[in-house]
């Protein structure tokens, strides 16, 4: 069969996979001073940054609307056997829901709850995309997407909690709390929620190393094949931090580092980093 894999631009992959996989991007909508911008086309996270680092407001992101998902399969539907489309979390976002009503229109298009976000949902595109060349129906590939995303395991460790405030997702006094403690939470992705499932404590270069060592030593249960290391801007020394500590304990065929798209980077701000990847 001849499938077009298609994703919300939530998936934080890099434009060489993208383009070596042949996938097609649906950005999500950024709302800056009440005016929407595309995902990663008219907005991009610098550009969140500087604003909020001026004194702006927050950005936050919209979902997409039944109309714009039937604006984009109805590119693909008529030129390939099958679409797939893999949406950023149900959890997160109303996307899943708008897909699938935007899908009735499509016998050919299938539409997949990705359970994640960021490279989290990255790694299930991926897996989408080597199962399209492999899998005789649409179904059987739905299916099979399906059993595949609950073992997916993503995370992030945050240097800041300034946007969780302002965004509503931390209250003042969470946060200075952990600011006078120098506490840095790890907010982990469970069945489909954000959730903090640990707190480190010290100079963030070694809190993220200790996070990173935790992620992936000494486990058994993680499937080798590909990790991401995903974030937000990070200090060089925050960066070699980690970097060390996933040679040393990764062991992984591919290693990937991206950047954090605009869905994170409205909700986390700078200094945001995840290592995530498959369990078996």
Do not use: W
Not at 124 to 131: F, G, I, S, T
Request: proline content about 2%.
């Amino acid at each position: 069969m001849n499938i077009k894999i298609l994703s919300d631009s939530t998936c934080d992959l890099s434009e060489s996979l993208i383009k070596s996989n042949n996938i097609g991007i649906v950005p999500l909508n950024i709302i800056k001073d009440e005016k929407s911008f595309k995902d990663g086309i008219t907005i991009t996270p610098d550009d969140i940054f500087r604003h909020v680092a001026a004194g702006g407001s927050l950005c936050t992101t919209s979902a997409n609307s039944v109309g714009e998902y039937q604006e984009y399969f109805r590119q693909y539907a008529g030129d390939y056997d099958g679409v797939v489309h893999i949406n950023i979390g149900s959890g997160f976002s109303s996307c899943y829901q708008n897909a699938c009503i935007a899908a009735e229109e499509f016998p050919n298009v299938r539409v997949i709850d990705s359970q994640n976000l960021s490279t989290g949902q990255g790694l299930v595109v991926l897996e989408a995309c080597r199962l399209a060349k492999e899998c005789t129906s649409l179904d059987e590939l739905a299916e099979k997407m399906r059993a595949f995303t609950p073992r997916v395991e993503a995370s992030f460790l945050l240097d800041r909690l300034e946007y969780m405030v302002k965004g509503g997702r931390c209250s003042s006094a969470t946060a200075l709390g952990a600011n006078l403690l120098n506490l840095k939470p790890c907010i982990e992705v469970k069945d489909g929620k954000m959730v903090v499932v640990k707190k480190y404590r010290g100079k963030y270069a070694k809190c993220l190393a200790n996070y990173a060592r935790d992620r992936i030593a000494n486990r058994e249960d993680l499937t080798r094949e590909t990790l991401f290391v995903t974030n937000t801007p990070i200090s060089d020394e925050c960066h070699s931090a980690v970097m060390e500590v996933v040679r040393e304990y990764g062991h992984f065929q591919n290693v990937y580092e991206t950047s954090a798209g605009c869905t994170v980077s409205c909700h986390c701000g700078p200094g945001t980093l995840g290592v995530l990847f498959v369990r078996k």
